[in-house]
């Protein structure tokens, strides 16, 4: 486990496409930030400007955007980072191993955590700089609230790449995981669900339960029934879909 674990860490601190993804993603975060200091109006759900927002108000409005660009990003470096090393080959000098199977899924896992990681610290600093520089206000908020906003968000984003990973082990092509990576990360299942719902129920019922629109819904982390609840879906997601991922991986005929 240690090795496998050293190997896929090796390859992530190397991984330039990481890096790049990284940075683009903190361009556009910041461009977008002088974006909205040039056309401000106040937010539909709320009626606050832009420019009075704090850090947390910022970040949930941000990440309740569609598409979420976060999710995209974190969909296209799981996809990279697992099918790179599907297409070299490198499995076969390890996959033969007691328990390897298992522990390269749980390897993967815990390096898109790390990634989840980088990707809110990046959205944090990226939003940070901006807000300063463009809408004069670098305020964080209670710092309580903040901190249920960033643990529950990267529990969340972390569950969700590792339905990604699910989906790069069963279709083993880039080209069809990025397309169903898609998929799921413009949330087109949960509208559709929703939409439905609304129709049928005059309001959302399984559709609130899903992990994008979970995601994706601005919450009120002060409501200590509403963080069980974003927590438990979560928690959740991530054991069911490590369980996919490790229960397949032991079943995978791999030539």
């Known amino acids: 486990m240690i090795n496998l674990f050293k190997m896929d860490f090796h390859r992530f601190v190397r991984n330039k496409t990481m890096y790049l993804l990284l940075l683009i993603y903190s361009a556009f975060q910041i461009f977008g930030v002088f974006m909205m200091s040039l056309y401000e109006e106040p937010m539909a759900e709320t ?33 990279y980072f697992y099918i790179s090393e599907l297409n070299s080959g490198y499995y ?11 522990h390269s899924v749980v390897s993967k896992i815990i390096m898109q955590a790390f990634f989840t990681l980088l990707m809110l610290a990046t959205l ?9 520089l463009f809408l004069d206000n670098s305020s964080i908020g209670d710092l309580g609230f903040f901190l249920k906003l960033l643990s529950s968000q990267f529990l969340l984003q972390w569950a969700f790449s590792v339905l990604i990973l699910c989906v790069a082990m069963i279709t083993k092509k880039m080209l069809v995981s990025l397309i169903v990576g898609f998929v799921f990360a413009l ?15 005059d309001k959302a019922y399984v559709s609130d339960y899903l992990l994008v629109n979970t995601i994706m819904r601005i ?3 002060n409501d200590l029934n509403e963080l069980i609840v974003v927590l438990g879906i979560g928690l959740v997601s991530l054991i069911i879909f490590i369980t996919i991922a490790t229960t ?4 995978e005929d791999l030539k």
């Open 124 to 132: 944090i600093i990226s939003d940070f700089i901006g807000r300063y």
């Open 47 to 79: 009626g606050t400007l832009i420019s009075k927002m704090n850090a947390s108000e910022f970040i949930q409005s941000v990440l309740s955007q569609t598409p979420s660009w976060m999710l995209l990003y974190i969909m296209v470096f799981t996809i």
């Open 92 to 102: 076969k000098n390890y996959i033969t191993m007691k328990h390897a199977r298992i």
């Open 219 to 221: 919450k009120d982390f």
């Open 248 to 251: 397949y991986k032991l079943k």
């Open 187 to 201: 949330n087109i299942f949960g509208m559709i669900l929703s939409s439905l719902e609304s129709v049928l129920f």
